[in-house]
């Protein structure tokens, strides 16, 4: 049987390799997909993090996108404090920070997910209205306007999520403190498998959506520069817009799929909290996008 052969891989993989950590479950090879992943992420949205503070100066701070991409600089910022973190247990196979700091360095990547596919949304939602010509273009009315718009979101993630996280998550069970990032037993809830399950098809919904919009903006704008489409600015600016979607697509779609299934068997085989680690991992490789945007000049 294939998961009774991987279980025994992974078993025999802790036991030669760190005996004091038997509670760690990730085999060497998920390992060393975790820390590839986070090792990329880390440097990838750090550089790209810097490049896109320098080109903020240069744009319309009265832009509700500028706006929103700052508010995606600081979030991917947040997100890639906690990294070294999550490293270090992959390297060391032994959490030493304890479990209240676990459980916040695990929040954390939750929570950049979440609020970095809002702040894709409001951008995208902002171009499009400029393309549709309901709005010239987007833009608060004084600084101040902008700065109040971005504390009102903050608030409301450190009043309400934050503390939400802090004080539900983990409370299904005693978890060892030598080990971090195991809050399965979350999910034999049923009020959280009702909320999982709402995220997963409201992230759906909303991605496919988006995807239907962008193709159907694309498809417009082929037919009006039939002739000219490959050198024309608009064309390419809403080709740029994928660049949002395609993140979306596959960094955070790839976790909600497989969320469904995870939620089901949860309990089934060891093996699918690794396979639940890899999926989210993905999520924090949406930090290379400023860099994708410093390159491209979206």
């Known amino acids: 049987n294939m998961y ?10 802790n036991t030669v390799n760190n005996g004091s950590s038997s509670a760690f479950v990730h085999t060497n090879t ?9 090792s990329i992420a880390f440097a990838g949205g750090g550089i790209g993090s810097i490049a896109m503070s320098f080109v903020l100066v240069k744009m319309n701070s009265l832009s509700v996108t500028t706006t929103a991409i700052i508010n995606l600089v600081v979030v991917h910022g947040l997100l890639l404090v906690t990294v070294p973190f ?11 920070f304890r479990i209240p700091f676990c459980k ?14 809002v702040f894709y949304v409001i951008t995208l939602v902002i171009r499009w209205l400029v393309f549709f010509q309901w709005k010239d273009k987007v833009e608060f009315y004084r ?7 971005s504390i009102a979101v903050w608030v409301i993630v450190i009043v309400f999520v934050v503390p939400l996280f802090y004080i ?12 971090c990032f195991k809050f399965h037993k979350e999910l034999q809830k049923e009020s959280v498998k009702v909320l999982n399950y709402l995220t997963i098809t409201a992230v759906s919904l909303i991605t496919c959506v988006l995807l239907g919009l962008q193709i159907f903006i694309l498809v417009k704008v082929s037919k009006k520069l039939s002739t000219s489409l490959w050198s024309h600015q608009e064309f ?8 949002f979607i395609c993140v979306i697509i596959i960094c955070f779609l790839p976790y909600h799929i497989f969320r469904v299934y995870y939620i089901k068997h949860v309990n089934d085989y060891v093996q699918l909290e690794s396979y639940n680690e ?13 860099l994708s945007f410093v390159l491209s000049g979206s």
């Not at 916040?104 to 596919?117: K, N, P």
């Not at 390419?236 to 660049?243: E, F, G, P, S």
């Open 168 to 179: 539900q998550y983990g409370r299904s069970g005693t978890y060892d403190n030598t080990t």
């Open 4 to 13: 009774k052969e991987d279980f025994r891989n992974m078993i025999e993989d």
């Open 236 to 243: 390419w600016a809403q080709v740029k817009n994928l660049i």
């Open 143 to 149: 600084k101040l306007h902008a700065i109040a718009a």
């Open 104 to 117: 916040m360095v695990s929040a954390m990547v939750h929570i950049h997910m979440y609020l970095t596919f």
């Open 86 to 96: 999550r490293l270090h247990y992959y390297v060391s196979r032994e959490w030493i």
């Open 278 to 290: 890899i999926v989210l991992s993905l999520t924090t490789l949406s930090c290379l996008d400023l």
């Open 30 to 38: 998920t390992r060393a997909i975790l820390i590839t992943a986070y």
